[in-house]
């Protein structure tokens, strides 16, 4: 819910700050697009994947605050997004609840730690492979958001349409990738609150760092479609977690259905 779900989301961030900074007539389509298609892509295609690979079983504790503040995180910005833009006050509405899904998350696994693995590697090595890793991200995320809106300008589309596809998709490979092996592995929790941790902090963390730095316009058919479909996709997610406390192989091939099925509405 925290580290891995942070960490996977770096690309996000990257991705999102570089499209304000970089600044257009479509600034911030990017970002926003990013940020809705990839809690998307999270929920449908990422946990779809994994529970084809094996069922996830759903942990009962936290469950209530963990979903309660992913679902919190997506009212709230739909709520914000029906004013037309993304402020810095608001920005600062989603940090404070970043800041306070943190301090309730922190004291609740301090309670019960589980044992893990830890690697073992001295202080210079770390930052060695902290600063190394956060070099890639940022190089990635520039040729990103370069090749997205070279392909937004050929393929005739929005910005914002990229970013809820191929850029969203993208920058979700981090969580594809941590949860298909925490599947594999059975680390079935670890697994799902990678996707519900990234869900969190793409809003509260994401967008309210990225609107700091420079106010968004939201573009209207993010507030008219897209926000509706990251709000439906988050109750299915809640609905499978909550049938026998797992989510079952044939939910996962329904959640890639409904992925594949908003992928074509975007196309049309």
Known sequence: LTVVAFGT???????SVGDVIRGSDEAGAIALGNVVGSNIANILLIVGVS?????????????????????????????????GQLGRTSALALLFGLTLFLILSLRRTDADAPEIDTPNLSVPIALLYFAGGLLITLLG????????????????????????????????????????????????DVALGNIVGSNIFNIFGILGATAMVKPIPIPAEIVAYDNWIMLGASLVLIGACVTHWRISRREGAVMLGLYGAYIVSLAL
């Open 9 to 15: 989301s770096a690309p996000e961030l990257a991705v």
């Open 51 to 83: 529970a084809l690979i094996a069922p996830i079983a759903v942990g009962k504790r936290g469950f209530r605050q963990d979903m309660g503040f992913m679902i919190g995180a997506t009212v709230l910005f739909m709520a914000i997004a029906a004013t």
């Open 141 to 188: 995320a520039r040729f990103l958001v370069k090749g997205a809106i070279g392909l937004a300008e050929d393929m005739g589309v929005s910005q914002a349409v990229i970013g809820l596809t191929i850029v969203a998709v993208g920058t979700s490979l981090p969580e594809l990738v941590t949860s298909v092996l925490a599947a594999r592995r059975g680390h079935s």
